[in-house]
């Protein structure tokens, strides 16, 4: 990229809150310098912020007051629509020029995470991180002697997104310390907080999102979002990871005609529902659907034909024949002029909802075509629809042993029984588990918790079966502090604790009130004898002294959860 030096006074004073290494340091508009193109400013729109504001400007703003080597180089970053990229620029010279632009962007799509040279080589790329405009995430950049990689998380620094192996560069760069500071490459852009930490957010994660995800070519069509990615490295099950309306994915390798078409599926919270199509030409515009939907979380099974779109409805089952987070087999047959579709359990053979044999157009009954998944409004594994992908389960592990919750998100793995039972979540992805055998209204909601290290965890309590309603008592873990947090859901934070410091292998016991018109949380020692924080009551709507709720658990991170209890007050 062309960089043309101007001196540029900023409309405002310009001071930024920097946190340099962990220390706070401020530079005055008079000591900040710009390159490029647009005009930089300062805000505050909840918290302090800096943004570019001119639509096609391409330039940069660097600190001298934020300088290092060594450690992770991170912001968080809000792309403007139809920018081209928006991010930090690393390592920079003394006169503000130079060093490494690690940009949300640079596939002139609105979406990847790019890692380059001031002078526009390529080092790295994902060219499919998804990401939307106005949402911001966080970039950072890892540096160490003679090696750099890049990483791209949520906007919370917890969910990782995309991940670049170790980059060999030019060790002559990160020789000396260098400058930190923020750009865009023909658009709009705000940012928050820009730092060198001691520590990065993500250590190496060898199946990082971007390892498993699936994106359109030889094998793989998509409509919608590129949302698609395997469980695990093993790529034997396939998951819709994200909250969006619609999204769909065919394997084009798999395709006939008059066959028997099955996969397993598990349809997660809150969705509207998931279904298998088959038949199709991968443009969602035809083929037929078994779908899971009607009541949400416990709704019916309903056969589609897709070039009527969602109004040509073949037959429609009855409600109560499905749940959230339960392991089921979808079935869809065709012969001439005839078709039905079939919603088994978990074993394969017994029939939990079925169609009899529709007499249908032979023009949709006889096409060619391929397999395809559908889901909306949530997340949904499907697995066991082709010859590689047979033999796993939705986190591809053995299924979980009868006794305990009825119902288990991907994500979550049962280990011993009675009371040597201990729920365990290993992995920086969020999941939630809604347990349905342990419900109530008012009362104490318990479970004990043992963090492995980082991350966020949370008791869900009187929550509901979609996980869209109740409260949380959330412990967030980061560089051995600890806050609890008592929260409503979807997102709203009634009260946090100061933090607390905290010691990996340390238990605790995290516990949540409800009674009438109030909530609370508490955070005890691990046998449960020493208060360590208290949130004491909370004002909540009374249309919840009526509603039924369940416990449930939520992770990001490795953790294990046991004594798992509500007593009824």
């Excluded at 996969?263 to 969705?271: A, E, F, R, T, Y």
């Excluded at 604790?497 to 691990?526: F, H, N």
């Excluded at 208290?534 to 009374?542: C, G, M, R, W």
Aim: net charge neutral; aromatic share 8%; hydrophobic share 40%.
């Amino acid at each position: 990229m062309k960089r043309v030096q101007r001196s540029c006074r900023l409309g405002a004073i310009l001071v930024l809150a920097l946190a340099a290494a962990g220390a706070a340091a401020e530079a005055s508009d008079d000591e900040l310098m710009t390159h490029g193109d647009g005009e930089w400013a300062r805000d505050y729109q909840f918290r302090p912020i800096v943004k570019q504001a001119v639509a096609d400007s391409s330039g940069r703003i660097v600190s001298p007051a934020v300088k290092g080597l060594a450690g992770a180089w991170r912001c968080e970053v809000e792309p403007g629509p139809n920018a081209k990229g928006t991010g930090i620029v690393v390592l920079a010279g003394d006169d503000g020029q130079g060093g490494l632009e690690c940009l949300m962007g640079g596939t002139g799509q609105m979406r990847g995470l790019t890692l380059r040279t001031a002078d526009g080589k390529v080092l790295w790329q994902d060219a499919w991180a998804p990401w939307m405009d106005y949402e911001p995430c966080v970039v950072e950049v890892v540096v160490e002697r003679g090696r750099v990689r890049a990483q791209l998380l949520d906007y919370e620094g917890k969910r990782l997104i995309s991940q670049s192996d170790w980059i060999q560069i030019d060790a002559a760069l990160t020789s000396k310390p260098g400058l930190m500071g923020l750009m865009t490459d023909k658009g709009i852009g705000r940012f928050w907080d820009w730092r060198i930490a001691a520590q990065p957010l993500a250590a190496v994660t060898p199946d990082a999102p971007n390892k498993r995800r699936i994106v359109p070519g030889d094998r793989w069509a998509i409509v919608g979002p590129i949302t698609w990615q395997w469980t695990t490295a093993a790529k034997q099950c396939v998951r819709q990871t994200a909250d969006v309306d619609r999204a769909w994915l065919f394997d084009k390798q798999v395709r006939g005609s008059h066959r028997r078409w099955s996969c397993h599926v598990k349809v997660m919270p809150p969705s509207g529902g998931a279904g298998m199509v088959f038949q199709a030409d991968g443009t969602s515009k035809n083929g037929l659907l078994a779908w899971l939907g009607g009541t949400y979380g416990d709704g019916c099974l309903i056969l589609y034909d897709l070039t009527k779109g969602y109004g040509g409805a073949i037959w429609t089952g009855p409600q109560g024949k499905w749940k959230y987070n339960t392991e089921y087999v979808l079935v869809g047959e065709t012969k001439p002029g005839q078709v039905r579709a079939q919603l088994l359990a978990a074993d394969g053979k017994t029939i939990l909802s079925e169609s009899p044999w529709k007499t249908y157009d032979k023009a949709v009954t006889d096409r060619e075509g391929v397999i395809g998944f559908h889901t909306w409004k949530g997340a949904s594994d499907f697995w066991a629809f082709s010859e590689g992908t047979q033999l796993a389960g939705a986190a591809g592990k053995p299924a979980a042993a009868t006794e305990g919750p009825k119902a288990s998100a991907s994500g979550f793995e049962i280990v011993g029984s009675g009371s040597q039972r201990h729920i365990v979540h290993a992995s920086k992805e969020s999941h939630t588990w809604i347990d349905t055998s342990i419900k109530g209204i008012h009362g104490l909601w318990r479970v004990t918790v043992a963090p492995k290290g980082d991350g966020r965890f949370d008791l869900c309590f009187q929550i509901s079966e979609r996980g869209d309603v109740g409260f949380l008592a959330r412990l967030d873990i980061e560089g051995g502090k600890t806050i609890l947090k008592l929260m409503e859901r979807p997102d709203k934070v009634l009260w946090f604790s100061k933090p607390i410091q905290y010691k990996v292998g340390t238990s605790y016991v995290l516990e949540g009130m409800t009674t009438t018109d109030r909530v609370r949380a508490r955070l005890y020692s691990g046998d449960g004898k020493t208060l360590l924080t208290d949130s004491d009551q909370n004002y909540v709507s009374d249309a919840h002294n009526t509603r039924t709720g369940y416990l449930g658990l939520g992770a990001s991170g490795d953790i294990e959860f046991s004594d798992c209890s509500f007593k009824k007050e």
